[in-house]
């Protein structure tokens, strides 16, 4: 199946109480890991590429050449969207020239009437070539790939005002982090995000920072309109854990065990099973 904007899989979720993962992607054994379980699990999904992550695999055009390659030999029928995760306003353009199905602009740092003037371009720019965009308000504390926030709170009728823009998704700080939680964290603003979606009616919201949220708290926010998580992190954390385990058991040195086909390996399949929880744990299971 070719790619897909994230617009119908978003508003399927939406209307059916589920939502839909998007998983961060930095290289060949990442990619290919999410969209085996997806495939697997018969389930829609999300491949995130930050600014960061395309430059380390040396660019847009790769991106997209290996997934659209993948979506081919690893035969996927399931839904697929390739989506910038917090793209500035240049790279969200090249994205959408390079053929990625989906953007994210991020323009909470500038004042709101910027980030209403740079988000209505890109809406336009993108809708003209059925792409989708997700828009943030507010902010998303800590750091991803030198994008820092300072986890403010999304204020509503700013939320309104963007949503109004015809963006198909909706990120909206409510007290999230990217990386780890930390012990003192005070939760998810449940409350705001329940104002945000009775303002912004069906309109699809982002929970970004999945890392870390206790399920219950996942579920809940599912019930309240979130119809998108990103998890980044802790695909990270679960690949360092199985490849640290298999060279301190010493498997590197024993037969070709250097192989990096085999040295990956553990960390690629422990990926796999993150992400089939994480697709269990969202409702996105069979919805494909
Ligand atoms: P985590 O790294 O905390 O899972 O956040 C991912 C994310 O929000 C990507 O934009």
Same mark, same amino acid.
């Given at each position: 199946?070719? #790619?897909?904007?994230?617009?119908?899989?978003?508003?399927?979720?939406?209307?059916?109480?589920?939502a839909?993962?998007?998983?961060?992607?930095?290289?060949?054994?990442?990619?290919?890991?999410?969209?085996?379980?997806?495939?697997?699990?018969?389930?829609?999904?999300?491949?995130?590429?930050?600014?960061?992550? +395309?430059?380390?695999?040396?660019?847009?055009?790769?991106?997209?050449?290996?997934?659209? =390659?993948?979506?081919?030999?690893?035969?996927?029928?399931?839904?697929?969207?390739?989506?910038?995760?917090?793209?500035?306003?240049?790279?969200?353009?090249?994205?959408?020239? +390079?053929?990625?199905?989906?953007?994210?602009?991020?323009g909470?740092?500038?004042?709101?009437?910027?980030?209403?003037?740079?988000?209505?371009?890109?809406?336009?720019?993108?809708?003209? #070539?059925?792409?989708?965009?997700?828009?943030?308000?507010?902010?998303?504390?800590?750091e991803?790939?030198?994008?820092?926030?300072?986890?403010?709170v999304? %204020?509503?009728?700013?939320?309104?005002?963007?949503?109004?823009?015809?963006? %198909?998704?909706?990120?909206?700080?409510?007290?999230?982090?990217?990386?780890?939680?930390?012990?003192?964290?005070? =939760?998810?603003? #449940?409350?705001?995000?329940?104002?945000?979606?009775?303002?912004t009616?069906?309109?699809?919201?982002?929970?970004?920072?999945?890392?870390?949220?206790?399920?219950?708290?996942?579920?809940? +926010?599912?019930? #309240?309109?979130?119809?998108?998580?990103?998890?980044?992190?802790?695909?990270?954390?679960?690949?360092?854990?199985?490849?640290?385990?298999?060279?301190?058991a010493?498997?590197?040195?024993?037969?070709? =065990?250097?192989?990096?086909?085999?040295?990956?390996?553990?960390?690629?399949?422990?990926?796999?099973?993150?992400?089939?929880e994480?697709?269990?744990?969202?409702?996105?299971?069979?919805?494909?």
């Open positions: 199946m070719a #790619l897909v904007s994230a617009k119908e899989m978003l508003q399927k979720a939406r209307k059916e109480g589920y839909v993962g998007q998983f961060n992607i930095n290289n060949l054994e990442w990619t290919k890991a999410i969209l085996t379980a997806a495939e697997e699990s018969k389930s829609p999904v999300i491949l995130g590429v930050s600014e960061g992550a +395309a430059r380390y695999m040396t660019g847009f055009d790769t991106v997209v050449g290996m997934v659209n =390659g993948m979506l081919k030999n690893l035969n996927i029928t399931v839904p697929v969207a390739i989506h910038l995760d917090h793209g500035s306003f240049e790279g969200a353009k090249k994205c959408i020239e +390079a053929g990625f199905s989906s953007v994210m602009f991020d909470s740092h500038f004042e709101i009437e910027e980030n209403i003037q740079k988000t209505k371009e890109i809406v336009q720019y993108a809708h003209d #070539l059925g792409i989708s965009v997700e828009a943030e308000v507010g902010s998303i504390g800590g991803e790939d030198g994008i820092v926030g300072g986890g403010e999304a %204020d509503v009728n700013e939320c309104k005002m963007i949503a109004d823009l015809g963006v %198909d998704m909706l990120a909206a700080g409510i007290g999230n982090i990217h990386g780890k939680y930390p012990e003192n964290w005070a =939760g998810l603003r #449940l409350d705001v995000l329940k104002e945000i979606q009775d303002a009616g069906q309109m699809p919201l982002v929970l970004h920072g999945g890392t870390g949220i206790p399920g219950d708290m996942i579920k809940e +926010a599912i019930s #309240l309109g979130v119809s998108k998580i990103n998890v980044n992190t802790e695909i990270q954390l679960v690949f360092a854990e199985a490849t640290r385990q298999y060279i301190e010493g498997k590197d040195l024993q037969g070709k =065990g250097f192989d990096p086909r085999k040295l990956l390996k553990p960390g690629y399949d422990a990926a796999i099973a993150t992400v089939k994480k697709m269990e744990l969202f409702g996105s299971v069979n919805k494909a």
